[in-house]
T-cell receptor, first 112, second 114 residues
Framework: GDSVTQMEGPVTLSEEAFLTINCTYT??????LFWYVQYPGEGLQLLLK?????DKGSNKGFEATYRKETTSFHLEKGSVQVSDSAVYFC???????????FGDGTTLTVKP | DSGVTQTPKHLITATGQRVTLRCSPR?????VYWYQQSLDQGLQFLIQ???????AKGNILERFSAQQFPDLHSELNLSSLELGDSALYFC?????????????FGAGSRLTVL
């Protein structure tokens, strides 16, 4: 079946540091890929998405590129802020199965 | 406000009891998903409905059941509750089953079993 593997957390960075959270996937066909973010005490919300190979999703300074050859969708941000502290989930949607699969989440803490 | 409404926000009950969690999807969304989030197991997919029909099943226990009604709201029933069922239960909805399927999550229902 489909699976998503994320970099284990927690990740702790200083403000303005560079962020990378690794995500790789296994799926049949050509899934769509997503990053969701969960701020403390809230539900998950979409951060960015990419629906086909080589697409780059971007939002709020975060970026991720759909790499079919490496089955990866790594999340990056050039300069993190304290307000970016949250749990980040990588996910895929398998159109054939009509099903979403989430990674385990990576907790990011940004210190001033 | 995401547009997905979950009730109740918090629920405390005892082992052996039965509870019902309710979800109203975002207006226009036909698909509803239920997830369980606990500290030790991350986000676990339970079940999905699309336009009233069960679409996919994940790691849902036999003690749990769900349904989606004609008005598209959904209920998750948890019975014979155990301490390990304490978790955050999220409902999410999506427009359809297309490739750019974005899930919109509710704020969750926190269940505590004592």
């Amino acid at each position: 079946g489909d699976s998503v593997t994320q970099m284990e957390g927690p990740v702790t960075l200083s403000e303005e540091a560079f962020l990378t959270i690794n995500c790789t996937y296994t799926a049949t066909g050509y899934p769509s890929l997503f990053w969701y973010v969960q701020y403390p005490g809230e539900g998950l919300q979409l951060l960015l998405k990419a629906t086909k190979a080589d697409d780059k999703g971007s939002n709020k300074g975060f970026e991720a590129t759909y790499r079919k050859e490496t089955t990866s969708f790594h999340l990056e941000k050039g300069s993190v802020q304290v307000s970016d502290s949250a749990v980040y989930f990588c996910a895929l949607f398998n159109t054939n199965a009509g099903k979403s699969t989430f990674g385990d989440g990576t907790t990011l803490t940004v210190k001033p | 406000d995401s547009g997905v409404t979950q009730t109740p926000k918090h629920l405390i009950t005892a082992t052996g009891q039965r509870v019902t969690l309710r979800c109203s999807p975002r207006s226009g969304d036909l698909s509803v998903y239920w997830y369980q989030q606990s500290l030790d197991q991350g986000l676990q997919f339970l079940i999905q409905y699309y336009n009233g029909e069960e679409r996919a099943k994940g790691n849902i226990l036999e003690r749990f059941s769900a349904q989606q009604f004609p008005d598209l709201h959904s209920e998750l029933n948890l019975s014979s509750l155990e301490l390990g069922d304490s978790a955050l239960y999220f409902c999410a909805s999506s427009r359809d089953l297309s490739g750019a399927n974005v899930l919109t999550f509710g704020a969750g229902s926190r269940l505590t079993v004592l």
